[in-house]
């Protein structure tokens, strides 16, 4: 692996997907994720409630104008919420203001965007 901090990345991946899985399998939800041939997405074998379709090599390029596409989209509807409370912030005290504070608020914004 050319990164060596790639191992840990795997064992954290491999983790969140397990923990994933889980948490699908009690909500009752069965969940399809495509992913790249990465080496790093070496996963458990038992997966029950997640199931991986891994893309063919050299796909990835031919799919990535669709994630422009879609990430095109989703700033285009973020940033005016931005600048939106970025004006209600222009008048209040720094210790006031709630923009951004956290990665919590950040999620938020982006999931009324999306």
């Not at 409630?49 to 973020?78: C, D, N």
Request: charged content about 20%; aromatic content about 8%; some cysteine.
């Amino acid at each position: 692996m050319h990164n060596g901090k790639a191992w840990v990345m795997l064992d954290l991946f491999a983790d969140w997907l397990s923990d994933f899985d889980r948490d699908m399998q009690r909500q009752g939800r069965r969940v399809l994720i495509g992913m790249d041939n990465c080496s790093a997405h070496d996963v458990p074998t038992s997966l029950t409630a997640v199931t991986l379709l891994f893309l063919p090599p050299s796909s990835t390029s031919k799919a990535q104008p669709l994630y422009l596409g879609i990430i095109r989209a989703l700033g285009a509807s973020y940033m005016p919420r931005i600048v939106e409370l970025l004006v209600i912030a222009v008048d209040r005290p720094p210790a006031n203001l709630p923009l951004l504070r956290s990665l919590y608020s950040v999620v938020g914004i982006m999931k009324s965007a999306w």
